[in-house]
């Protein structure tokens, strides 16, 4: 079911061994994938709401007469939902803003020298775009992740995208709408794939007669684009970057386990397989130094996969060359695969669990102990569970209120503090061969006449 990488007996901490190769990945062609996004990216810029009725016809297999859903949908929606189910979004909600509002940043003033000081603004994009994957499952819990810390950000205009399903008459799933309802969110686009990112990226207008005609704005151009999706999602992002600002190329989700012979086979086991309930390329990796651990972990696989619901994805995923059982000498190096993996979550199951998790300096987010399960964090830790995925964890981090701000310089100098740099400021300005940029700083010195 799952493949065995033996590492034992190799030095995996020297100059000669790259980590990152240690363990594979799904293999997944974002440039061929541009090829398909491409055009329809340009069908949007051109013809708006049109294009996007004509793909959700196509893709989706809906007939709309328009994207943007009433606001009578969201509110039914939230009255229709589950109470059990508003009541565990409430708390995902409260849990989320509760580390999100502290990850607040607040100007700083330097003073550089006596009359001159720099000064870090921290400000909100003006308006964000929020995409929320719809296709296999369900996620009310991204329109969480995404549009809490855009909010405790201070972002001004929020829109969220989700694509518009059959069964619901062209609507997004009704839990994403009562989600959206729960956080205040009133515009909402019935809109999928590379479509909904081009929407995003350029708007969109009514339809008005005439061919020079132009309808009012409906869907008001955004400056940020967050949110997980498909390979079509994350080529759009890759073709509209620079159009608009991303958070990520997300792909397949992914768990790694570091865990020694204490943890707990069954539970080891049920994690791998929650993530791999997401798609058959989602990597489910076991990293471990007892090989008794590994055996037991086989077993409880075979056991749970056929007991569980979506057991045919889940063994595709499990038997994909991105999920092994990896064994190792010791857990030091278990945390150097683990480090030069960087997994999207990795898990720490050992017998000093916190001490080991310290050492982790590449992840999406660690998650320390027994109780402390990677679906936890999809949900209620009140962490983000919006996070880097492909080994981009070496050097991303996941999304927070930080993704939402943009730090301003702003320089505020006198004339003395200006007069004591210029001849600093000339001197470096001619080593560079630039002298009109020193001649910016004496002019303001030059005497003139009358």
């Not at 369900?138 to 399903?165: D, F, H, I, K, R």
């Amino acid at each position: 079911m799952i493949t065995r990488i033996d590492l034992r007996g190799r030095a995996l901490d020297t100059d000669q061994t790259d980590p990152r190769a240690l363990v594979p990945r799904a293999e997944l062609d974002v440039e061929a994938a541009l090829a398909v996004v491409r055009p329809i990216v340009e069908d949007v810029r051109h013809r708006g709401e049109a294009a996007l009725i004509d793909y959700a016809a196509k893709f989706d297999g809906v007939e709309l007469t328009e994207v943007k859903v009433p606001a009578a949908a969201l509110a039914e929606a939230l009255e229709r939902l589950d109470p059990q189910v508003r009541a565990a979004l409430e708390e995902s909600i409260r849990r989320a803003r509760t580390v999100h509002r502290d990850q607040r940043r607040q100007d700083t003033t330097t003073q550089v020298v006596p009359g001159g000081s720099v000064t870090e603004r921290w400000v909100p994009v003006d308006r964000v775009g929020l995409y929320v994957p719809g296709g296999r499952a369900v996620y009310p819990s991204s329109v969480v992740m995404n549009v809490v810390p855009a909010q405790e950000a201070g972002v001004g205009s929020l829109a969220v995208a989700s694509p518009p399903q059959k069964e619901f008459g062209g609507l997004p799933h009704p839990t994403i709408l009562a989600a959206c309802a729960l956080l205040g969110v009133d515009e909402v686009y019935a809109a999928g794939g590379s479509q909904a990112i081009a929407m995003f990226a350029y708007g969109y207008r009514e339809a008005a007669e005439g061919a020079e005609a132009q309808g009012a704005v409906v869907c008001r151009r955004a400056d940020l684009v967050t949110g997980p999706g498909n390979i079509y999602v994350a080529a759009a992002k890759r073709l509209l970057k620079g159009v608009i600002g991303i958070d990520a190329e997300a792909g397949p989700t992914e768990i790694m386990v570091v865990a020694d012979a204490s943890a707990d086979a069954g539970v080891v086991a049920a994690d791998l397989i929650s993530q791999a309930e997401h798609d058959p390329l989602a990597a489910a990796v076991l990293v471990t130094d007892s090989e008794q651990l590994a055996e037991e972990v086989v077993k409880e696989l075979e056991t749970r996969v056929a007991a569980t619901k979506h057991a045919e994805r889940i063994r595709e995923a499990l038997a994909g060359r991105q999920s092994a059982l990896v064994l190792v000498d010791d857990i030091g190096a278990a945390l150097v695969v683990a480090n030069g993996y960087a997994a999207e979550h990795l898990e720490i199951q050992t017998r000093n669990a916190a001490a080991d998790a310290a050492k982790v300096r590449n992840a999406g987010a660690v998650f320390v102990g027994s109780f402390a399960p990677v679906s936890l964090g999809d949900y209620l830790a009140g962490s983000n569970h919006v996070l880097p995925t492909g080994g981009c964890a070496c050097h991303s981090s996941g999304l927070s209120v930080q993704s939402f701000l943009r730090g301003i310089h702003v320089v505020d100098y006198t004339r003395e503090a200006l007069a004591e740099a210029s001849d600093l400021v000339v001197a470096l300005a001619n080593a560079e061969d630039l002298p009109a940029h020193g001649e910016a700083v004496t002019a303001r010195f030059e005497e003139r006449q009358g």
